[in-house]
């Protein structure tokens, strides 16, 4: 089973960037589609982004579209999420979790995903 860390959360300005990372173990982290998923206080865990496992195709959520970008990078076995723009409704936990499926090219549904790693905060302020 692949393990996730995730880090590059922070306390920021509304309008400031952000890159998140996350580490996987494991030497079949190339083979699974990764996503980013996000929690703010009160609510559900909601879809942020996703990459397939060749990276050659992403997804993005519309609040998200056009100010963050996914990444991964598998030879270092890592994921990016880089934030740009950020505002106050972006605040909360982020997560990063590997597809169930090998050669997935991605999904925005919490339950496709099976490995999730421990999140890590990012606050926006006003």
């Known amino acids: 089973q692949v393990q996730l860390v995730e880090s590059g959360g922070g306390l920021v300005q509304a309008g400031a960037s952000l890159r998140l990372s996350c580490a996987a173990s494991?030497?079949?982290?190339?083979?699974?589609?990764m996503g980013w998923f996000r929690q703010a206080p009160g609510k559900e865990r909601e879809f942020v982004a996703a990459?397939?496992?060749?990276?050659?195709?992403?997804y993005y959520a519309d609040s998200v579209k056009g100010r963050f970008t996914i990444s991964r990078d598998n030879a270092k076995n890592t994921v990016f999420l880089s934030m740009n723009s950020l505002k106050p409704e972006d605040t909360g936990v982020y997560y990063c979790?590997?597809?169930?499926?090998?050669?997935?090219?991605?999904?925005?549904?919490?339950?496709?995903?099976?490995?999730w790693g421990q999140g890590t905060q990012v606050t926006v302020s006003s």
């Open positions: 979790a590997t597809h169930r499926a090998t050669y997935s090219s991605g999904s925005s549904y919490p339950s496709d995903f099976g490995s």
């Open positions: 494991g030497r079949t982290f190339r083979w699974y589609a």
């Open positions: 990459i397939s496992w060749s990276g050659g195709s992403t």
